[in-house]
Each structure stands twice: as structure tokens, then as C-alpha cells.
């Protein structure tokens, strides 16, 4: 027998409760927003707006404001000290950029910490340098790295649950030539994706591809949501947010069709009830294996975030934040957006007949050995 730490008999109406959930999403993208609006934008990391990293570890620890007035007199735009570990011998400088060379920067650093700290030991274990240049290229390739993995994912969820791979296709490949072909004359690529985002949710609405936008739309709200919870807490965004961004989308992707998976399985066994008992049922079935995944990931990460230090704190919040989301946007975005768009389903399509694969008498799919 499986842990089951929701009992089998949870019957919970959350498809009547959907409404709620609209609003304290739409409060927190909103709050996003408000954060964004009053911080003049996005707070760029090294790796997006251009400048260097220095991490140095000294010999005996050292205090945040003693090395801040080390470090006050030196010719270093932009600093900002970042401490990491519970010892205080590590830290990262972070320099806005500047015109200097690797080696420049190297001496401008080591003259400022001998003249500030006197005879403290210390060692440059690292040094990283960004053109500002390449931090824009590296900020819009993120972007589009985003896109194109919701792109196929609408492919994918396109086919394994409507069937029709063809359409799906068809339509990936006409946007993603049509993004990457605007991208090469010179079109930003910034405001590119959100247009090019826009035009595939219009696209699967066109052509009826009901559970390719539920999962698309919630995984939207999944990377909104954390990124604006992510600014809020005034962390910068760099290569690890996207990576962390990244690993949202395919959890929350996993997560939907989790869910997705009992919906077309109770549809070929009950093509007559109501659409949205259908869906309540099915949530309220996987809810035990929600719980358990989310709850076994979320603690995971929560040791990350406690005892992982500086260097990975930014990825374990961003992912800390989107699973969680990840796990609510499953039951409260994607599955009610198939209820919505009820009338774009033909549950003819799910009769058993329609699919050969052997299965129980419940409907469900055969086990195999």
C-alpha cells in the first residue's frame, strides 16, 4: 500500500471555490506589478546589466561594516557587499561596470583591501567580469529561452491530450520562425516574446486547443507571480533566477498534467456527468500525490534557503516561491480553465473506443508488468 496523507473520501469543492483564488492571484501579479512600477523596473544581477563579481575569503572573519569602510575610498562604481556562509571569512563584491581589465580590476580590489584592512589575510578565489553589451544579449536570451519552452510545452500537452500534434505543430513552427526571424532584423527582442506569447494563447483559442492554454496560462501565472513575490523581496535577476525560472516551468508543467491525466481518465469512464464534478473529482483523487510531491520538494528547498548560503539563497527563493505556486495554479488556474472552455470540448473524443490501449473496467489504464 502507497502513503495516502489525504484520506480517499476528500471531497472538496474546488471548482466552487475558484473564484477566490482569481482574485488573490490577481492581487499578487498586481503586487508584482506595484513593485516593479516603483522601482523603475527589474533589478538586474552582473549577468544582465553588465559589471563584475569579485568573491574574496580572508583568513580570520571580518565584520560587513569594517570591510565596507576598507572598501569606501576605492574607485569601485556601484558596490555592494554581499556576505555568504556563517562564518564571516566570505564574501562577494558586486561592481557595477566599468572600463577597466580583469587585471586592473584585480589591483584597484587588492590595493583598496590592504590599505583598508591592514594585515587581515585574504584570497580573491574568484573574479568575473560582464560588457554591459553582452548583459543585454544574455537578459533577451533569457527571455526567449522562457518563451520557447511554453511554446513546446503547448506542442506537447497539445498531442498527448487532444491528439493533434499536427495543429500543434503547425502552429509552433510559424511563430517560433516568425520570433526568431523578427529577432534578426534588428526587432528587441524584449518586447518581442510578450507580443509573440500574446499570439500563441490566440492561436490555441483559434484552433480549440483547450488544454494546451490552461497549462500555458498557468505556468504564466506561476512565472508572474514569482517573479513579482521575487522583486518584492528586492532580490536582483541574473542568469540563476532564469535558471530557477526555468525549473518553475517544468514543475508546474508536471504538476498540471498530473491532474490533467485523471481529468481524461474519468472523461473515458464517464462521458454523462457534468464537467465540472469531473474536474473536482479528479483534483480531489491526486490531491494525496499533490500533497506529497509538493510537500517533500517544498522542504527540500526550504533547506536550501536556510542553510544553503548567499550563493544559492536567490535560486532556492525563486524556486521556493514557484512550486508552491506551481501546486496552486494546477487546481485553481488550469483545471478551471477547461471548465470555462467547456464548450470547446467534445468528450466524444475521450470514449474508450476512440483509444485501443487495454484498460481496467474503471476506464483507467491498464497496469502492466
Given at each position: 500500500m502507497g502513503l495516502h496523507l489525504i484520506p480517499d473520501t476528500l471531497n472538496i469543492d474546488f471548482v466552487g471555490i475558484r473564484r477566490y483564488a482569481y482574485v488573490v492571484s490577481v492581487l499578487l501579479i498586481l503586487a508584482g506589478l506595484a513593485s516593479f512600477i516603483y522601482t523603475g523596473g527589474p533589478r538586474y544581477g552582473i549577468d544582465f546589466a553588465g559589471g563584475a563579481v569579485v568573491q574574496v575569503k580572508f583568513a580570520q572573519p571580518v565584520s560587513d561594516e569594517h570591510l565596507k569602510q576598507a572598501l569606501d575610498g576605492s574607485a569601485l562604481p556601484g558596490l555592494v557587499v554581499q556576505s555568504y556562509g556563517t562564518d564571516g571569512t566570505d564574501y562577494v563584491l558586486r561592481i557595477a561596470a566599468m572600463s577597466e581589465s580583469a587585471d586592473g580590476l584585480s589591483k584597484t580590489v587588492n590595493d583598496a583591501l590592504s590599505a583598508g584592512l591592514g594585515g587581515t589575510g585574504y584570497e580573491i578565489m574568484r573574479l568575473e567580469m560582464v560588457g554591459p553589451k553582452v548583459g543585454a544579449d544574455l537578459r533577451a536570451q533569457a527571455l526567449e529561452a522562457l518563451y520557447y519552452a511554453i511554446l513546446l510545452i503547448s506542442i506537447y500537452v497539445s498531442g498527448r491530450f487532444e491528439r493533434r500534434w499536427f495543429t500543434a505543430g503547425f502552429i509552433a513552427l510559424v511563430l517560433g520562425?516568425?520570433?526568431?526571424?523578427?529577432?534578426?532584423?534588428?526587432?528587441?527582442?524584449?518586447?518581442?516574446?510578450?507580443?509573440?506569447?500574446?499570439?500563441?494563447?490566440?492561436?490555441?483559442?483559434?484552433?480549440?486547443?483547450?488544454?494546451?492554454?490552461?497549462?500555458?496560462?498557468?505556468?504564466?501565472?506561476?512565472?508572474?507571480?514569482?517573479?513579482?513575490?521575487?522583486?518584492?523581496?528586492?532580490?536582483?535577476?541574473?542568469?540563476?533566477?532564469?535558471?530557477?525560472?526555468?525549473?518553475?516551468?517544468?514543475?508546474?508543467?508536471n504538476d498540471t498534467i498530473i491532474v490533467y491525466d485523471r481529468i481524461r481518465e474519468n472523461l473515458r469512464s464517464d462521458i454523462v456527468t457534468p464537467?465540472?464534478?469531473?474536474?473536482?473529482?479528479?483534483?480531489?483523487?491526486?490531491?494525496?500525490?499533490?500533497?506529497?510531491?509538493?510537500?517533500?520538494?517544498?522542504?527540500?528547498?526550504?533547506?536550501?534557503?536556510?542553510?544553503?548560503?548567499?550563493?544559492?539563497?536567490?535560486?532556492?527563493?525563486?524556486?521556493?516561491?514557484?512550486?508552491?505556486?506551481?501546486?496552486?495554479?494546477?487546481?485553481?488556474?488550469?483545471s478551471p480553465i477547461l471548465l470555462a472552455m467547456s464548450a470547446d470540448i467534445n468528450r466524444e473524443d475521450f470514449r474508450p473506443g476512440k483509444d485501443t490501449r487495454a484498460r481496467d473496467a474503471d476506464g483507467r489504464l491498464a497496469a502492466r508488468v
Open positions: 520562425a516568425s520570433t526568431f526571424g523578427l529577432s534578426r532584423f534588428g526587432l528587441d527582442r524584449i518586447f518581442l516574446v510578450p507580443v509573440a506569447v500574446s499570439l500563441t494563447l490566440l492561436l490555441c483559442w483559434r484552433f480549440k486547443l483547450v488544454f494546451a492554454i490552461g497549462s500555458v496560462v498557468s505556468i504564466l501565472h506561476d512565472v508572474l507571480i514569482t517573479a513579482g513575490l521575487y522583486a518584492l523581496c528586492g532580490r536582483e535577476f541574473d542568469l540563476t533566477t532564469i535558471a530557477a525560472l526555468l525549473t518553475v516551468v517544468g514543475y508546474s508543467l464537467l465540472g464534478t469531473v474536474i473536482n473529482r479528479s483534483i480531489n483523487q491526486t490531491m494525496s500525490r499533490t500533497v506529497l510531491t509538493s510537500g517533500t520538494t517544498l522542504i527540500a528547498v526550504l533547506a536550501l534557503l536556510i542553510f544553503g548560503g548567499g550563493v544559492i539563497f536567490d535560486f532556492a527563493l525563486a524556486v521556493f516561491i514557484g512550486v508552491f505556486m506551481g501546486t496552486t495554479s494546477s487546481i485553481f488556474i488550469a
